[in-house]
T-cell receptor, first 113, second 112 residues
């Protein structure tokens, strides 16, 4: 399978704990995006990388959230001191630089107790 | 402020008939529009897109229509099949921008 992959698919954590999610984009895609989706809503943009550079961050990305893409391939999204309001589906997408269509992974569902 | 709106949360259609899913937007700077299909516990799957320079794009059973003056687009599925049952999201982006704005989705149920 050469699509976008995400790990883990599910994560249950206690409030106050840190969590980290991983995304592996489609191999030739140099753009990578993180979105968050809550119940009854569409995905909402969090941040975007072109190669290893983080070029855009949404105001939804509070200072407890940090994302990296150190070698321009896979990316990690870390949430520190999780809160119950962080419970959501975290989606990763990738695209080619000259292409506007983004291809999504299966998502990581986070539940903060 | 929801810039992309899908006002119908759900739609039921008989197998073999046409499904029409609607989407409205408020941002006149949007120039690229996409439809995604989502099954439970999976990520959105890209279906079809349209650039603002066109008013129609067709791919097999799926056709997207864009009415720029009305800031409205629609997805037609003909004929509808039970496997089309899913949540459909409309999304849009501005020229040169990197994020997609999504609607809240419409749950399509195709009845066999």
């Amino acid at each position: 399978d050469t699509g976008v992959s995400q790990d883990p698919r599910h994560k249950i954590t206690k409030r106050g704990q840190n969590v980290t999610f991983r995304c592996d984009p489609i191999s030739e895609h140099n753009r990578l995006y993180w979105y968050r989706q809550t119940l009854g809503q569409g995905p909402e943009f969090l941040t975007y990388f072109q190669n290893e550079a983080q070029l855009e961050k949404s105001r939804l990305l509070s200072d407890r959230f940090s994302a990296e893409r150190p070698k321009g391939s896979f990316s990690t999204l870390e949430i520190q001191r999780t809160e119950q309001g962080d419970s959501a589906m975290y989606l990763c997408a990738s695209s080619l630089e000259a292409q506007e269509t983004q291809y999504f992974g299966p998502g990581t569902r986070l539940l903060v107790l | 402020d929801q810039q992309v709106k899908q006002n119908s949360p759900s739609l039921s259609v008989q197998e073999g008939r046409i499904s029409i899913l609607n989407c409205d937007y408020t941002n006149s700077m949007f120039d690229y529009f996409l439809w995604y299909k989502k099954y439970p516990a999976e990520g959105p799957t890209f279906l079809i897109s349209i650039s603002s320079i066109k008013d129609k794009n067709e791919d097999g059973r799926f056709t997207v229509f864009l009415n720029k003056s009305a800031k409205h687009l629609s997805l037609h599925i003909v004929p509808s099949q039970p496997g089309d049952s899913a949540v459909y999201f409309c999304a849009a982006s501005e020229a040169g921008a990197n994020n997609l704005f999504f609607g809240t989705g419409t749950r399509l149920t195709v009845i066999p």
